[in-house]
């Protein structure tokens, strides 16, 4: 369960900064990198609130890695 919720409070502070860096940065290619990595962030996210609240992981990835 401590894992769980560390993943949780990771995965938020990662979207927080990816979000911060798209709308704030002032690097051109980091600002892409933020916006490619985000989508996978997100879906990480929701995998972990879906486990800390009795789900099980998806069968099938639909990320890249």
Do not use: D
Request: hydrophobic content about 40%; overall charge negative; cysteine-free.
């Amino acid at each position: 369960a401590a894992y769980l919720q560390n993943q949780l409070i990771e995965h938020q502070k990662t979207v927080q900064l990816l979000q911060w860096e798209i709308s704030n940065g002032q690097h051109a290619p980091l600002q892409r990198y933020a916006a490619e990595a985000l989508p996978a962030v997100l879906e990480h996210l929701a995998w972990v609130r879906e486990l800390i609240g009795g789900a099980s992981l998806p069968t099938s990835s639909t990320h890249g890695g």
